[in-house]
C-alpha cells in the first residue's frame, strides 16, 4: 500500500436493498461527464460509452422469480490492475485514492481495459458528435474525449476538486456530504452514497462497515473503493 | 555447369545416405550465387502482386485510422483481437533464425549450413512484420513516440511496469541482435559477390562488405565473433518471447493469469519458427533450383527437429489445460468451456496441426524425406499456431470475470486485410532480400564441402580439414 498523503480516501457504498434499478444514476453520469452519445448500432455492437451500467440478474425459477440490479462503476481500487500496465501513465493513481484517466496521455493500447476485471472500462471506437442542442449541454469542466481514447468514471473528480477548493479557500476540510457524484445525487432511492473514508465518523465509512457489506471480485485482491450492501434479506440467493 | 548439376542430381536420388562428392569453389560460388541474375519476368509479376497485397493492407490502415477502430471488430470487453494475434504469431515465427541458426551452429550440426541464411534473415523480417502490429492496433497511432523514453516535453518517462514496455524493449533489442547475426554472416559472401559483380551492385556489395579480404586473420575473428553472437542471441530470443507471453501473464484475466506462460510460448515460437523454415527451405529449393544444397537429409534432419519440438509443445499444452481442468476455478473453467465450444472447429484445427500430425509424420523417416508431406506438415503447424494464438487471446477477454459483461469477437475486413498483407509483406522483403543477398551461406557451405575433401597423406586418405566430426 503506498504511503497515504492525503486526507481524503474517496468511496461509495451502493445500498443493493435501496436499488430499484430505474438507471435514473446512467442518465445522470452521461449529462455530467460528456459521455459520448451511441445510436442503436453502436450499442447493439457492445461499444456503449455509459461509464456505469446496472446489470441486471434474475434470481430463483419462473413463476417464482425475482430480479436484482447491480449498478457497477469504475470501482477505483487501490491495488487497480488497469494502473501498471498502461505504458504511457495514462491510468494513475492519484493521492486521494481515485483511478485516475489522463486522456491526452492515452494512446489507446487497451491494456487496461482488457485487464479490468469489472470491464468498466469503456473505449472511444468512434468519433463522438453532439447533435445541435445537445452541444450546449456539454460541461466545461471536462474533456469532450476524441476517438480512440479510454475512459471511465472519475467519481465525477471535477465535483471534488471543486469542492476542494472552496474547502482550502475556507481553511477547512471538505464536509461529509459536501461533495456527491452525479450518480449519487440523482438516485431517488438515495441507494448510493458517497464520502470519504479515511474519516471513520464519515456516513460512508460507518456504512461500509456494515455487516451486509461486500466488495466485487474480492478475492482478486485489487481492494476497491465502492462497497455494496447486500440485498435481498431472507430471500437473498 | 548444366552437367555438373545432372549428374550430381542422379547421384543425390540414387543413394542419399552416402556422402555425395565434395562440390568444387567456383560451382559452389556459380550456384549460390544464381540467384543474384537478374530478375526474370516471374520475379517481377511476384514482387508486383506482393506488393499490391501489401498496398492494399496500407489502404485498410489508413481507412481504420482516418475514421477509428469502429472499423475492427473489437468491442467491449474484447479489446485486443487479431492484431495482437498476428503480433504474438509473427513474433513466434521469428524464433527460426535464432533458434535454428544458434543452437545448430553451438552444436556444431553440419547439416545446418544450407539454411542457416533463410532462416535468420526469416527472423529479422518476421520480428519486423511483428513490430509493425502493436502501431498498428494503436487507438491514436499518431502519438505512438509517448511509449519511447526520451526526454520530452511532456515531462513524462513510460511506464517500465507496464508489459508493453518490456515488449518494446525486447523487440527492439531483438530487431538489433538479429540484423547483426545476419550481417554478420553475411560478411564473406558478400564480399564473394563483390568480386563477382560489375556496376551499382559491385559498388553496394563493397561497402557491404567492409573491405573483407579472406585473410586468416579475419576468419579467425568472423568465427569467434559467429560463436559469440550465436550464444549471445539465444537468452534475447528466450527472454522476447517470455515477455510477449507476460502481456498475458501479468494480467488478472482468467485463462491468462498462468505461470506456464512464459515456457510455453517459448516452445511455441520454436514450434512455428521451425515449421517456417522448412516451408521456407521447399520453396527455396524450388525457386533457385538448389536441390543438390538442400537435400532430404536436411528435411529429415528438420523434421526431427519438429517432432521434438511438436512433442514439447503437447506436453506443455496437456500441463496447462489440465491444471485448469483439475483445479475447476469457475470463471477458469468457464473460460475454458466457452473455447472449446465456440471454436471447436478452430480448436481441433490446431491440436491437429501442432500435435498430432507432426508427431505421427515425423515418427516416420520416409515421410521426414517427403518434400510434400513436409510442406504440409509445416503449413499446418503454422496454421495451428495463429490459431493457438487467437484461442489464447480472444475466448479468455470475450468471459472474463463479470458474466453481465460477456462478448465475443469476429474479426472484420480491415483486421483480414492487414494480416494477409503482413504475410505478403513478409514475402515481399525475403523475395527482394533473396534477389540482392546469397540466400545460402556460401562459406559456410563451401566450409563444409572443404571439410569432406579428402587429401592423401602417405597410402591413406584422411579428411582435408581436422574437425569435430
Keep these: 500500500m503506498e504511503k497515504m498523503t492525503s486526507p481524503y480516501k474517496w468511496g461509495m457504498v451502493i445500498d443493493l436493498d435501496r436499488c430499484t434499478g430505474c438507471g435514473a444514476c446512467v442518465v445522470a453520469c452521461q449529462a455530467e461527464n460528456n459521455v459520448g452519445l451511441c445510436d442503436k448500432k453502436e450499442i447493439s455492437e457492445g461499444r456503449n460509452m455509459h461509464w456505469l451500467r446496472i446489470e441486471r440478474y434474475w434470481v430463483g425459477e419462473y413463476p417464482d422469480v425475482r430480479v436484482r440490479f447491480l449498478p457497477v462503476m469504475c470501482q477505483h481500487?487501490?491495488?487497480?490492475?488497469?494502473?501498471?500496465?498502461?505504458?504511457?501513465?495514462?491510468?494513475?493513481?492519484?493521492?486521494?485514492?481515485?483511478?485516475?484517466?489522463?486522456?491526452?496521455?492515452?494512446?489507446?493500447?487497451?491494456?487496461?481495459?482488457?485487464?479490468?476485471?469489472?470491464?468498466?472500462?469503456?473505449f472511444n471506437f468512434y468519433q463522438h458528435e453532439w447533435p445541435k442542442p445537445l452541444d450546449n449541454q456539454l460541461s466545461p469542466d471536462i474533456t469532450v474525449?476524441?476517438?480512440?481514447?479510454?475512459?471511465?468514471?472519475?467519481?465525477?473528480?471535477?465535483?471534488?476538486?471543486?469542492?476542494?477548493?472552496?474547502?482550502?479557500?475556507?481553511?477547512?476540510?471538505?464536509?461529509?456530504?459536501?461533495?456527491?457524484?452525479?450518480?449519487?445525487?440523482t438516485c431517488p432511492a438515495e441507494a448510493m452514497v458517497?464520502?470519504?473514508?479515511?474519516?471513520p465518523r464519515s456516513r460512508v465509512a460507518r456504512l461500509s462497515r456494515s455487516p451486509r457489506r461486500f466488495q466485487l471480485l474480492e478475492h482478486l485482491g485489487t481492494h476497491p473503493s465502492v462497497f455494496y450492501l447486500k440485498g435481498g434479506g431472507r430471500e437473498h440467493v | 555447369m548444366s552437367?555438373?548439376?545432372?549428374?550430381?542430381?542422379?547421384?543425390?536420388?540414387?543413394?542419399?545416405?552416402?556422402?555425395?562428392?565434395?562440390?568444387?569453389?567456383?560451382?559452389?560460388?556459380?550456384?549460390l550465387l544464381s540467384s543474384l541474375r537478374p530478375p526474370t519476368l516471374r520475379w517481377y509479376l511476384l514482387a508486383f502482386f506482393l506488393g499490391a497485397?501489401?498496398?492494399?493492407?496500407?489502404?485498410?490502415?489508413?481507412?481504420?485510422?482516418?475514421n477509428g477502430m469502429y472499423v475492427t471488430g473489437k468491442n467491449r470487453p474484447v479489446m485486443w483481437g487479431f492484431y495482437i494475434t498476428g503480433f504474438v504469431f509473427w513474433v513466434g515465427l521469428s524464433h527460426s533464425g535464432t533458434m535454428v541458426s544458434s543452437i545448430l551452429?553451438?552444436?556444431?550440426?553440419?547439416?545446418?549450413?544450407?539454411?542457416?541464411?533463410?532462416?535468420?534473415?526469416?527472423?529479422?523480417?518476421?520480428?519486423?512484420?511483428?513490430?509493425?502490429?502493436?502501431?498498428?492496433?494503436?487507438?491514436?497511432?499518431?502519438t505512438f513516440f509517448y511509449m519511447i523514453p526520451y526526454p520530452n516535453q511532456r515531462g513524462l518517462w513510460p511506464n517500465f511496469r507496464s508489459a508493453l514496455l518490456w515488449d518494446m524493449t525486447a523487440i527492439t533489442a531483438y530487431i538489433i541482435g538479429s540484423s547483426l547475426f545476419l550481417y554478420l554472416g553475411l560478411l564473406p559472401d558478400l564480399a564473394v559477390a563483390r568480386d563477382r559483380t560489375s556496376g551499382w551492385r559491385h559498388t553496394m556489395y563493397g561497402i557491404l562488405a567492409m573491405g573483407w579480404r579472406g585473410t586468416s586473420h579475419e576468419w579467425s575473428v568472423y568465427h569467434k565473433a559467429s560463436t559469440l553472437m550465436a550464444a549471445m542471441i539465444i537468452p534475447v530470443a528466450v527472454s522476447v518471447h517470455s515477455i510477449v507471453a507476460w502481456d498475458f501473464a501479468v494480467t488478472v484475466v482468467p485463462g491468462w493469469h498462468s505461470t506456464i506462460f512464459p515456457p510455453y510460448f517459448v516452445i511455441g515460437a520454436i514450434l512455428s519458427g521451425v515449421a517456417a523454415v522448412i516451408t521456407l527451405m521447399i520453396t527455396i529449393r524450388k525457386a533457385f533450383h538448389l536441390e543438390e544444397y538442400l537435400t532430404p537429409l536436411h528435411f529429415d534432419n528438420m523434421g526431427k527437429?519438429?517432432?521434438?519440438?511438436?512433442?514439447?509443445?503437447?506436453?506443455?499444452?496437456?500441463?496447462?489445460?489440465?491444471?485448469i481442468w483439475y483445479a475447476h476455478e469457475p470463471i477458469e473453467w468457464e473460460v475454458f468451456g466457452f473455447m472449446s465450444g465456440k471454436y471447436t472447429p478452430q480448436l481441433?484445427?490446431?491440436?491437429?496441426?501442432?500435435?498430432?500430425?507432426?508427431?505421427?509424420?515425423?515418427?516416420?523417416?520416409?515421410?521426414?524425406?517427403?518434400?510434400?508431406?513436409?510442406?504440409?506438415?509445416?503449413?499446418?503447424?503454422?496454421v495451428g499456431m495463429f490459431i493457438e494464438r487467437f484461442l489464447i487471446i480472444v475466448p479468455s477477454l470475450s468471459h472474463k470475470n463479470m458474466p453481465f459483461a460477456w462478448g465475443s469477437y469476429s474479426p472484420s475486413w480491415v483486421e483480414i486485410s492487414i494480416n494477409i498483407a503482413a504475410l505478403a509483406g513478409f514475402a515481399l522483403l525475403f523475395t527482394l532480400f533473396a534477389k540482392f543477398f546469397p540466400i545460402m551461406a556460401i562459406s559456410d557451405v563451401r566450409e563444409l564441402e572443404a571439410r569432406k575433401a579428402e587429401v592423401l597423406l602417405g597410402r591413406a586418405r584422411v579428411p582435408s580439414i581436422a574437425g569435430e566430426e
Design chain 1, 194 to 199: 458517497f464520502g470519504n473514508l479515511a474519516d
Design chain 2, 305 to 323: 527437429l519438429l517432432l521434438v519440438i511438436s512433442l514439447l509443445w503437447s506436453y506443455a499444452y496437456f500441463v496447462e489445460v489440465q491444471t
Design chain 1, 145 to 185: 474525449r476524441s476517438r480512440g481514447v479510454m475512459e471511465k468514471c472519475s467519481f465525477c473528480i471535477q465535483r471534488i476538486r471543486r469542492a476542494k477548493e472552496e474547502a482550502k479557500g475556507e481553511g477547512r476540510q471538505v464536509r461529509d456530504g459536501e461533495v456527491q457524484p452525479a450518480c449519487a445525487q
Design chain 2, 105 to 142: 551452429r553451438l552444436s556444431q550440426a553440419n547439416w545446418r549450413r544450407p539454411i542457416l541464411r533463410a532462416a535468420e534473415a526469416m527472423t529479422v523480417f518476421c520480428i519486423t512484420v511483428a513490430g509493425m502490429f502493436p502501431l498498428i492496433h494503436l487507438g491514436r497511432n499518431w
Design chain 2, 53 to 66: 497485397v501489401v498496398a492494399w493492407g496500407l489502404a485498410a490502415f489508413t481507412y481504420q485510422m482516418m
Design chain 1, 77 to 122: 481500487c487501490h491495488d487497480a490492475p488497469c494502473e501498471p500496465v498502461c505504458p504511457v501513465y495514462a491510468s494513475y493513481h492519484n493521492p486521494d485514492g481515485l483511478n485516475g484517466q489522463v486522456y491526452n496521455r492515452c494512446v489507446g493500447t487497451r491494456y487496461c481495459g482488457n485487464n479490468c476485471p469489472y470491464a468498466v472500462r469503456v
Design chain 2, 3 to 31: 552437367e555438373f548439376q545432372e549428374s550430381h542430381n542422379s547421384n543425390v536420388s540414387h543413394n542419399s545416405h552416402s556422402t555425395p562428392p565434395a562440390k568444387n569453389a567456383a560451382h559452389i560460388n556459380d550456384d
Design chain 2, 348 to 382: 481441433l484445427v490446431m491440436l491437429l496441426g501442432n500435435s498430432l500430425l507432426p508427431i505421427t509424420c515425423m515418427c516416420i523417416k520416409r515421410l521426414r524425406r517427403s518434400i510434400g508431406v513436409m510442406l504440409v506438415v509445416s503449413l499446418l503447424v503454422n
